[in-house]
């Protein structure tokens, strides 16, 4: 039962990682395979932490470093969107930051 949960996060965070290196072009693309990689990664130490029989408490405080995460990863997007129309990482040249 683990290891079929394993393999599953696994192949999940294995294609989170394709499509992060496919979409790389689009910010929010981009953002939305993170979270995934980081709900899988979740997934992951949740099933260890429940085979090894401990406490939850280092999933709640993961839980809120990638919710923060999200939180800055989305606020630069509306603001990079303002700036320049569109969510294009190739037209946005890091010395305007």
């Not at 995934?36 to 999933?59: G, P």
Request: aromatic share 16%; charged share 5%.
């Amino acid at each position: 039962m683990f290891m079929n949960n394993f393999y599953l996060s696994l192949t999940l965070f294995t294609m989170s990682c394709f499509m992060f290196s496919i979409f790389y072009k689009h910010l929010l693309m981009t953002l939305i395979s993170l979270e995934f990689m980081m709900i899988n990664t979740l997934f992951n130490l949740y099933l260890s932490i429940m085979m090894l029989n401990l406490n939850m408490y280092n999933n709640s405080f993961f839980l809120t470093i990638s919710v923060c995460e999200s939180i800055i990863g989305l606020s630069l997007l509306i603001h990079m969107i303002q700036l320049t129309g569109n969510d294009y990482l190739k037209s946005l040249s890091l010395l305007k930051w």
